[in-house]
Structures are given as C-alpha cells and as structure tokens.
C-alpha cells in the first residue's frame, strides 16, 4: 500500500489584500480587493501535497467557529484526511493578515489561536505512521509539539521532512532525525550558528532554485519565469515542501524529488495572496470582495 504524507502544523484564515507600497509606521495606504483564504503553513503544504498525487492526512486544531468550520470543508473536499484536526471550543481559530505590495514583498501577522492548543496529545494521528510514510512538521505550532511529533514518528520508521520556519531553535536530536530539514537562506545561516545538524539539507533560493546537501537544481519553470512575474512569494516555500513531502512518500529519489517541488512551487508564482491553492482554484474558502 502507498505511504502517505501526515501534516503535523497549523490552519488559519487569511486576509489578503495588495497595496502599491508597505506603509511606513503611523501611515496608512489603500488596499485594492480583499480575499479571504483557508492557510496556515501546515494546511497549505497538505494541499500542496496532496496536489501533487499523495494520500495527505492532517493533524492540527482549529476552533469551534465559522473559520474553524471553512478549514475542515476545505480540506475535505481535497480529498485530505481531518479526522485528527481536533476542534478547541476554548480557542479561536487561528488569523493572519498579510499586505502584498507591486513587487511581491509582504508582511503579515499572525495571531495563533488554535494553533497555540495543540499538545502532544493530538499526535495520535502518528500512531499508524511507519516505513514508507512522510510526516512533514513546521513551526507554526509549539515547538515542544514539534519536538514530539518528530521523535514519536522518527521512531515508528517514519521519514521525517522538517521545515524550520518560522525559525526557532529545537533540540540537536530533534534537528538530526530530519531527512531533509528544509530551510531558506536566511533560515540556514541561523541553523549553521545552531551547530545543529540534520540527517540531510535542503536550501531553497527561491527562484534561483534549491539544494539537497550541495546538490543545487534549477527547475525548468523557474529559469522561465521573469522575476517581474513574482507577485508574492510567500506560497512557493509551502508548495515546495508539500510537494517534495509527495514525491519522496511515491519513491522518487532526491534529485526528482527537487524537481518535482521546484516545479510545484513556481506554479505558485504570479498569483497574489499568501495561501494560493496549488491546484489553481484560487480562493480557498470561496470568499472574494
């Protein structure tokens, strides 16, 4: 039976909206049109996997709201397993707001939610993991959370694919069981500091592509696309690890693996909006104004 990829992260609705430029502190500019979408890193990389042909099963918490209720519809009707998406009547789901400007740079915030709720207890979604399925964690969601999903499926025989973002420091048997810790530039320089050292690396350059320990790959549709076309970038780091996380669970080896996430994640490229769904259907909760 085919492996599958189980997301251990967070769910959020986002707003989105594109601006000429950032205001600077204390101004304020117009935003042009306003999308409401279905995000958090963790969502985004099990659709992003999902997308790209694996079987996804997801483990988070959302709240007892509307927003909770538009994340669990969503990932349903993409065919991805919630059953361990655990509902927190005391949280709110969790929201991020994030401004894109012309050139594709955006800033955000984040207000956790429910994300803050979930313990080591949600983590029976990893009790059937084994050889041949990928479980793919972020940090999105407490770090002491990430800590135990990664051992508890590392010692089941599960792969595990960490994606060190938003960066925090985790302990150096947490950092080693990663096969590959996937990180940006930025992100790898605060890694060498660490001394911590994965099983395998992998650094993304965004479009200049990526590398699995030295071994640097630029994808076909990459190299293509002018960076002028770049609206918001934010998207391709979780369609790279969500793809990667798919190829890796159907058996291909590293170099298509790379492949296959450069691919997914310029596919993003040239749409605006921090959560786009990989399969081009745009808004994720069907809310545009």
């Not at 959020?12 to 958090?40: C, Y």
């Not at 993991?129 to 051992?151: C, F, K, S, W």
Request: charged share 20%; proline share 5%; aromatic share 2%.
């Amino acid at each position: 039976m085919m492996g599958r990829v189980v997301v251990v992260g967070s769910l959020t609705i986002d707003l989105v909206t594109q601006v000429e430029r950032h205001p600077k502190p204390g101004e304020t500019v117009m935003g042009a049109g306003l999308e409401r979408v279905v995000g958090g890193k963790g969502a985004n990389q099990a659709v992003a996997a999902a997308a790209a042909g694996a079987m996804v099963a997801m483990v988070g918490c959302v709240g007892a709201d509307d927003a909770g209720s538009a994340c669990l519809t969503r990932l349903s009707a993409l065919g991805i397993d919630a059953a361990s998406v655990r509902v927190a009547p005391s949280h709110p789901t969790g929201h991020g707001f994030r401004v894109v400007d012309e050139a594709g740079r955006s800033t955000g915030v984040v207000v956790a939610g429910a994300n803050a709720a979930v313990v080591a207890d949600d983590l029976h979604g990893l009790d059937s993991v084994g050889p041949g399925d990928v479980v793919l964690v972020q940090l999105e969601v407490p770090v002491d959370v990430v800590t135990a999903a990664v051992r508890r499926a590392s010692s089941r025989g599960a792969r595990v694919v960490l994606n060190l973002a938003p960066y925090a420091a985790l302990p150096p048997d947490v950092v080693a069981l990663a096969d590959p810790l996937v990180v940006d530039e930025r992100e790898a320089l605060l890694l060498a500091d660490s001394q911590a050292l994965p099983a395998s690396l992998v650094v993304t350059f965004g479009a200049a592509g990526a590398a699995w320990d030295g071994d640097r790959m630029t994808g076909p549709e990459v190299e293509q696309r002018e960076q002028r076309d770049v609206d918001d970038t934010t998207a391709a780091g979780d369609a790279f690890c969500g793809a990667l996380s798919a190829a890796l669970v159907l058996g291909a080896g590293r170099r298509a693996a790379l492949r296959a996430a450069l691919a997914a994640a310029a596919g993003t490229l040239g749409h605006p909006g921090s959560h786009r769904d990989p399969r081009g259907l745009g808004d994720m909760t069907g809310s545009r104004e």
